[in-house]
Protein backbone atom coordinates (compact mmCIF):
# COMPACT_ATOMS: atom_id res chain seq x y z
CA UNK A 1 0.00 0.00 0.00
CA UNK A 2 1.38 3.41 -0.99
CA UNK A 3 -0.67 6.76 0.62
CA UNK A 4 -3.20 4.74 1.59
CA UNK A 5 -4.22 3.43 -1.45
CA UNK A 6 -3.64 -0.34 -1.86
CA UNK A 7 -1.25 -1.39 -4.68
CA UNK A 8 -3.78 -3.90 -6.00
CA UNK A 9 -7.57 -3.95 -6.48
CA UNK A 10 -9.60 -6.49 -8.49
CA UNK A 11 -12.88 -6.39 -10.84
CA UNK A 12 -14.04 -9.53 -10.48
CA UNK A 13 -17.00 -10.99 -12.98
CA UNK A 14 -19.32 -12.98 -11.15
CA UNK A 15 -22.29 -13.99 -13.48
CA UNK A 16 -23.19 -17.83 -12.75
CA UNK A 17 -23.05 -20.01 -15.44
CA UNK A 18 -22.81 -17.16 -17.58
CA UNK A 19 -19.63 -16.27 -16.68
CA UNK A 20 -17.55 -18.44 -18.80
CA UNK A 21 -17.98 -18.63 -22.48
CA UNK A 22 -18.75 -21.06 -25.14
CA UNK A 23 -15.10 -23.15 -23.84
CA UNK A 24 -16.19 -24.16 -19.83
CA UNK A 25 -19.06 -24.83 -17.66
CA UNK A 26 -19.22 -21.82 -15.59
CA UNK A 27 -18.35 -21.38 -11.72
CA UNK A 28 -19.54 -21.79 -8.41
CA UNK A 29 -19.46 -18.39 -6.75
CA UNK A 30 -21.77 -17.03 -3.67
CA UNK A 31 -21.46 -13.72 -4.39
CA UNK A 32 -21.23 -11.97 -1.07
CA UNK A 33 -19.07 -14.80 0.41
CA UNK A 34 -16.89 -16.41 -2.03
CA UNK A 35 -15.91 -16.41 -5.40
CA UNK A 36 -13.96 -19.21 -7.68
CA UNK A 37 -11.70 -19.65 -10.55
CA UNK A 38 -9.10 -22.25 -11.90
CA UNK A 39 -5.50 -21.87 -13.45
CA UNK A 40 -6.37 -21.65 -16.88
CA UNK A 41 -7.91 -18.21 -16.17
CA UNK A 42 -5.51 -15.17 -16.83
CA UNK A 43 -4.21 -13.73 -13.55
CA UNK A 44 -5.44 -16.76 -11.46
CA UNK A 45 -1.98 -16.44 -9.32
CA UNK A 46 -2.08 -13.08 -9.08
CA UNK A 47 -5.01 -12.17 -6.64
CA UNK A 48 -4.04 -12.64 -2.27
CA UNK A 49 -5.35 -11.90 0.72
CA UNK A 50 -5.97 -8.31 1.71
CA UNK A 51 -6.92 -7.16 -1.80
CA UNK A 52 -9.89 -5.65 -2.45
CA UNK A 53 -12.29 -7.02 -4.68
CA UNK A 54 -15.32 -5.03 -6.63
CA UNK A 55 -17.91 -7.61 -8.14
CA UNK A 56 -20.16 -6.88 -11.03
CA UNK A 57 -22.16 -8.76 -13.38
CA UNK A 58 -21.39 -7.48 -16.85
CA UNK A 59 -24.29 -4.92 -16.05
CA UNK A 60 -23.76 -3.31 -12.45
CA UNK A 61 -21.76 -3.43 -9.09
CA UNK A 62 -22.48 -5.86 -7.15
CA UNK A 63 -20.34 -5.05 -4.34
CA UNK A 64 -16.89 -4.55 -2.52
CA UNK A 65 -15.41 -6.45 0.24
CA UNK A 66 -11.58 -7.91 0.94
CA UNK A 67 -10.10 -11.42 0.42
CA UNK A 68 -9.73 -12.61 3.73
CA UNK A 69 -8.80 -16.30 2.22
CA UNK A 70 -7.92 -18.55 -0.50
CA UNK A 71 -8.42 -22.23 -0.73
CA UNK A 72 -6.61 -23.91 -3.25
CA UNK A 73 -7.29 -27.70 -4.31
CA UNK A 74 -6.56 -29.91 -7.72
CA UNK A 75 -9.73 -30.87 -9.98
CA UNK A 76 -10.28 -31.65 -13.02
CA UNK A 77 -12.62 -28.94 -15.65
CA UNK A 78 -14.24 -29.47 -19.05
CA UNK A 79 -13.45 -27.95 -21.42
CA UNK A 80 -15.43 -26.89 -25.18
CA UNK A 81 -12.83 -27.12 -28.01
CA UNK A 82 -13.59 -26.57 -31.35
CA UNK A 83 -13.78 -29.57 -33.75
CA UNK A 84 -11.68 -27.98 -36.20
CA UNK A 85 -8.85 -25.76 -34.97
CA UNK A 86 -8.72 -27.19 -31.39
CA UNK A 87 -9.44 -23.77 -29.33
CA UNK A 88 -11.40 -23.38 -25.86
CA UNK A 89 -12.93 -19.74 -28.03
CA UNK A 90 -16.15 -20.48 -29.16
CA UNK A 91 -19.34 -19.10 -28.31
CA UNK A 92 -22.26 -20.30 -27.83
CA UNK A 93 -24.93 -18.29 -29.40
CA UNK A 94 -28.64 -18.02 -28.92
CA UNK A 95 -31.51 -18.83 -31.66
CA UNK A 96 -28.80 -19.32 -34.09
CA UNK A 97 -28.38 -22.78 -35.99
CA UNK A 98 -25.94 -24.26 -35.63
CA UNK A 99 -25.85 -22.94 -32.09
CA UNK A 100 -22.04 -22.99 -31.93
CA UNK A 101 -19.20 -20.83 -33.52
CA UNK A 102 -15.12 -20.29 -32.98
CA UNK A 103 -14.29 -17.03 -32.52
CA UNK A 104 -10.58 -17.63 -34.17
CA UNK A 105 -11.40 -19.85 -37.07
CA UNK A 106 -14.81 -19.07 -37.59
CA UNK A 107 -16.19 -22.76 -38.05
CA UNK A 108 -19.88 -23.28 -36.95
CA UNK A 109 -20.59 -26.53 -35.30
CA UNK A 110 -23.73 -28.24 -33.12
CA UNK A 111 -21.58 -29.13 -30.70
CA UNK A 112 -18.08 -28.67 -28.94
CA UNK A 113 -14.97 -31.61 -28.41
CA UNK A 114 -15.32 -32.24 -24.88
CA UNK A 115 -11.88 -32.26 -23.42
CA UNK A 116 -11.12 -32.85 -19.36
CA UNK A 117 -8.30 -31.21 -18.21
CA UNK A 118 -6.17 -31.43 -14.86
CA UNK A 119 -6.52 -27.22 -12.59
CA UNK A 120 -5.66 -25.65 -9.46
CA UNK A 121 -9.16 -24.55 -8.27
CA UNK A 122 -9.21 -21.81 -6.31
CA UNK A 123 -12.20 -19.80 -3.65
CA UNK A 124 -11.42 -16.40 -2.38
CA UNK A 125 -13.23 -16.14 1.13
CA UNK A 126 -14.34 -12.07 1.54
CA UNK A 127 -17.73 -12.09 3.42
CA UNK A 128 -16.49 -10.58 6.59
CA UNK A 129 -16.36 -7.02 4.53
CA UNK A 130 -18.72 -7.90 2.05
CA UNK A 131 -20.93 -4.36 1.23
CA UNK A 132 -23.69 -4.73 -1.12
CA UNK A 133 -23.75 -1.65 -3.83
CA UNK A 134 -26.27 -3.48 -6.04
CA UNK A 135 -26.99 -1.41 -9.31
CA UNK A 136 -24.63 1.58 -7.84
CA UNK A 137 -22.84 1.49 -11.20
CA UNK A 138 -23.63 0.66 -14.82
CA UNK A 139 -21.39 -1.74 -16.81
CA UNK A 140 -19.21 1.44 -18.80
CA UNK A 141 -18.58 3.12 -15.19
CA UNK A 142 -16.89 0.19 -14.20
CA UNK A 143 -15.23 -0.80 -17.60
CA UNK A 144 -14.02 2.78 -17.20
CA UNK A 145 -12.30 2.23 -13.48
CA UNK A 146 -10.46 -0.76 -14.47
CA UNK A 147 -6.71 -0.34 -15.15
CA UNK A 148 -6.78 -1.13 -18.11
CA UNK A 149 -10.28 0.25 -19.67
CA UNK A 150 -10.50 -2.43 -22.55
CA UNK A 151 -9.59 -5.39 -21.15
CA UNK A 152 -12.35 -8.49 -21.56
CA UNK A 153 -10.50 -11.27 -18.59
CA UNK A 154 -12.74 -12.16 -15.74
CA UNK A 155 -10.65 -11.08 -13.29
CA UNK A 156 -8.79 -7.66 -14.26
CA UNK A 157 -7.21 -4.74 -12.16
CA UNK A 158 -9.17 -2.56 -10.84
CA UNK A 159 -8.13 1.17 -10.15
CA UNK A 160 -8.54 1.42 -6.55
CA UNK A 161 -8.09 5.14 -6.15
CA UNK A 162 -10.42 5.89 -8.77
CA UNK A 163 -13.19 3.34 -7.84
CA UNK A 164 -12.66 4.81 -4.11
CA UNK A 165 -13.22 8.65 -5.19
CA UNK A 166 -16.39 7.70 -6.95
CA UNK A 167 -17.91 5.30 -4.19
CA UNK A 168 -17.50 8.63 -2.22
CA UNK A 169 -19.37 10.44 -4.51
CA UNK A 170 -22.00 8.02 -4.69
CA UNK A 171 -22.87 8.34 -1.13
CA UNK A 172 -20.68 5.17 -0.61
CA UNK A 173 -18.41 6.04 2.17
CA UNK A 174 -19.28 3.50 4.74
CA UNK A 175 -18.36 0.94 2.23
CA UNK A 176 -15.08 2.43 1.58
CA UNK A 177 -14.34 2.36 5.31
CA UNK A 178 -15.47 -0.91 5.79
CA UNK A 179 -12.20 -2.20 3.26
CA UNK A 180 -10.06 0.78 4.93
CA UNK A 181 -10.68 -1.20 7.82
CA UNK A 182 -9.56 -4.90 6.68
CA UNK A 183 -6.98 -3.75 4.33
CA UNK A 184 -3.79 -3.14 6.52
CA UNK A 185 -0.07 -2.05 6.46
CA UNK A 186 0.86 -4.63 8.92
CA UNK A 187 -0.75 -7.77 6.99
CA UNK A 188 1.25 -10.77 6.90
CA UNK A 189 1.23 -14.49 6.52
CA UNK A 190 0.50 -16.43 9.33
CA UNK A 191 2.56 -19.91 8.65
CA UNK A 192 -0.23 -21.37 11.49
CA UNK A 193 -2.95 -20.56 8.60
CA UNK A 194 -1.23 -22.97 6.14
CA UNK A 195 -3.31 -26.28 6.28
CA UNK A 196 -2.44 -28.85 4.93
CA UNK A 197 -5.69 -31.28 4.36
CA UNK A 198 -6.06 -35.29 5.07
CA UNK A 199 -5.83 -35.64 1.39
CA UNK A 200 -2.45 -33.97 0.84
CA UNK A 201 -3.46 -31.88 -1.92
CA UNK A 202 -5.78 -28.66 -0.24
CA UNK A 203 -4.73 -25.94 1.94
CA UNK A 204 -5.70 -22.27 2.38
CA UNK A 205 -3.46 -19.59 2.97
CA UNK A 206 -5.02 -16.85 5.19
CA UNK A 207 -3.26 -13.33 6.56
CA UNK A 208 -4.39 -12.12 9.56
CA UNK A 209 -3.26 -8.17 11.21
CA UNK A 210 -0.21 -8.21 13.98
CA UNK A 211 -1.71 -8.90 17.15
CA UNK A 212 -4.60 -9.45 15.92
CA UNK A 213 -4.89 -13.40 16.89
CA UNK A 214 -3.79 -12.21 20.22
CA UNK A 215 -6.39 -9.29 20.66
CA UNK A 216 -8.76 -12.55 19.60
CA UNK A 217 -7.31 -15.05 22.49
CA UNK A 218 -7.35 -12.00 25.24
CA UNK A 219 -11.65 -11.65 24.50
CA UNK A 220 -11.69 -15.19 24.36
CA UNK A 221 -10.11 -15.71 28.11
CA UNK A 222 -11.78 -13.17 29.35
CA UNK A 223 -15.32 -13.81 27.51
CA UNK A 224 -15.80 -17.33 26.76
CA UNK A 225 -17.29 -18.79 23.70
CA UNK A 226 -19.54 -15.60 23.90
CA UNK A 227 -21.80 -13.64 21.72
CA UNK A 228 -22.01 -10.45 23.73
CA UNK A 229 -24.99 -9.55 21.92
CA UNK A 230 -26.76 -12.98 21.46
CA UNK A 231 -25.04 -15.57 23.55
CA UNK A 232 -23.06 -18.47 23.78
CA UNK A 233 -21.89 -19.68 20.30
CA UNK A 234 -19.13 -22.13 18.57
CA UNK A 235 -16.24 -20.08 18.34
CA UNK A 236 -16.01 -21.46 14.43
CA UNK A 237 -18.20 -18.26 14.17
CA UNK A 238 -16.83 -15.78 16.52
CA UNK A 239 -15.11 -12.77 15.49
CA UNK A 240 -13.00 -9.98 18.01
CA UNK A 241 -14.76 -6.81 16.86
CA UNK A 242 -13.49 -3.97 17.88
CA UNK A 243 -15.75 -1.14 19.23
CA UNK A 244 -14.14 1.41 17.53
CA UNK A 245 -12.36 1.91 14.19
CA UNK A 246 -9.30 0.03 13.99
CA UNK A 247 -8.94 1.29 10.32
CA UNK A 248 -8.36 4.79 11.28
CA UNK A 249 -6.78 4.31 14.96
CA UNK A 250 -4.69 0.98 14.50
CA UNK A 251 -4.46 -0.49 17.80
CA UNK A 252 -5.91 -3.23 19.44
CA UNK A 253 -7.00 -1.61 22.88
CA UNK A 254 -6.75 -4.24 25.98
CA UNK A 255 -10.41 -3.31 26.70
CA UNK A 256 -11.25 -2.36 23.23
CA UNK A 257 -13.56 -5.00 21.90
CA UNK A 258 -16.10 -7.69 22.32
CA UNK A 259 -16.86 -11.66 21.07
CA UNK A 260 -19.32 -11.44 18.42
CA UNK A 261 -21.10 -13.74 15.69
CA UNK A 262 -20.24 -12.98 12.38
CA UNK A 263 -23.62 -10.70 11.41
CA UNK A 264 -23.84 -9.40 14.64
CA UNK A 265 -20.22 -8.25 14.29
CA UNK A 266 -21.07 -6.23 10.54
CA UNK A 267 -24.33 -5.66 11.52
CA UNK A 268 -22.83 -3.27 14.83
CA UNK A 269 -20.17 -1.78 12.29
CA UNK A 270 -22.47 -0.40 9.86
CA UNK A 271 -24.43 1.20 13.40
CA UNK A 272 -27.64 -1.29 12.76
CA UNK A 273 -27.31 -2.65 16.31
CA UNK A 274 -25.96 -0.46 19.08
CA UNK A 275 -25.31 0.07 22.96
CA UNK A 276 -27.10 2.05 24.80
CA UNK A 277 -24.66 3.54 27.18
CA UNK A 278 -26.95 4.34 29.99
CA UNK A 279 -28.78 0.79 30.34
CA UNK A 280 -26.53 -1.15 28.64
CA UNK A 281 -29.14 -2.65 26.30
CA UNK A 282 -29.38 -3.61 22.75
CA UNK A 283 -30.68 -0.80 20.18
CA UNK A 284 -31.97 -2.22 16.75
CA UNK A 285 -32.74 0.22 14.21
CA UNK A 286 -35.81 0.57 12.48
CA UNK A 287 -34.02 -0.98 9.31
CA UNK A 288 -33.42 -4.43 11.12
CA UNK A 289 -36.24 -4.53 13.43
CA UNK A 290 -38.47 -6.03 10.48
CA UNK A 291 -35.96 -9.32 10.90
CA UNK A 292 -37.53 -11.33 13.60
CA UNK A 293 -34.21 -12.95 14.92
CA UNK A 294 -32.33 -9.51 15.50
CA UNK A 295 -35.57 -7.38 16.58
CA UNK A 296 -36.15 -9.71 19.61
CA UNK A 297 -32.51 -8.35 20.98
CA UNK A 298 -34.31 -4.52 21.11
CA UNK A 299 -33.93 -3.84 24.81
CA UNK A 300 -31.75 -6.85 25.64
CA UNK A 301 -28.95 -6.50 27.97
CA UNK A 302 -25.34 -7.59 27.30
CA UNK A 303 -24.50 -11.21 28.09
CA UNK A 304 -21.89 -10.14 29.95
CA UNK A 305 -20.54 -7.66 32.47
CA UNK A 306 -18.13 -4.77 30.83
CA UNK A 307 -15.03 -2.72 31.53
CA UNK A 308 -15.15 0.86 32.29
CA UNK A 309 -13.28 1.40 28.89
CA UNK A 310 -15.60 -1.16 26.66
CA UNK A 311 -18.35 0.95 28.17
CA UNK A 312 -16.67 4.13 26.75
CA UNK A 313 -16.18 2.76 23.73
CA UNK A 314 -19.89 2.09 22.92
CA UNK A 315 -20.53 5.21 24.50
CA UNK A 316 -18.72 6.76 21.43
CA UNK A 317 -19.65 4.35 19.21
CA UNK A 318 -23.61 5.49 20.19
CA UNK A 319 -22.81 9.04 19.76
CA UNK A 320 -21.48 8.49 16.37
CA UNK A 321 -24.49 5.71 15.13
CA UNK A 322 -27.31 7.40 17.29
CA UNK A 323 -26.87 10.48 18.49
CA UNK A 324 -25.14 12.10 15.40
CA UNK A 325 -27.55 10.52 12.87
CA UNK A 326 -30.41 11.85 14.46
CA UNK A 327 -29.06 15.92 14.59
CA UNK A 328 -28.65 14.85 11.23
CA UNK A 329 -32.36 13.88 10.64
CA UNK A 330 -31.69 10.21 10.33
CA UNK A 331 -32.73 8.15 13.03
CA UNK A 332 -31.95 4.78 10.97
CA UNK A 333 -28.49 4.19 10.15
CA UNK A 334 -26.78 2.73 7.15
Not at 284 to 306: F, M, S
Request: net charge neutral; charged share 25%; glycine share 8%.
Amino acid sequence: MEGGVPQRAWLLMAAGNNRGHGGNSGYDDQVDAYYSWDSNVPNHKNLAVGDPIALWDKEHLLGVSVIEEIETSRGTKMLGRCPQCNTTRIALRKNVEPPYRCMKCRHEFTSPRADVVEVVQYKARYDAAWTSLDGRFDAREIRSLAVNAGEFNAMRQLDWAAFRETLIAKDAARAVDRVAARVDLSWQADPGCLVDMPQGFSHALVRVRRGQQQFRERLLAAQGSMCAFTGGAPTRVLEAGHLYSYGQLGTHFEHGGLMLRRDIHRLFDDGLLAVQPSSLCIDVAPALATYPQYARLHDEPLTLRLKDEQVDWLGKHWNEHRVDAQALGNGNPV
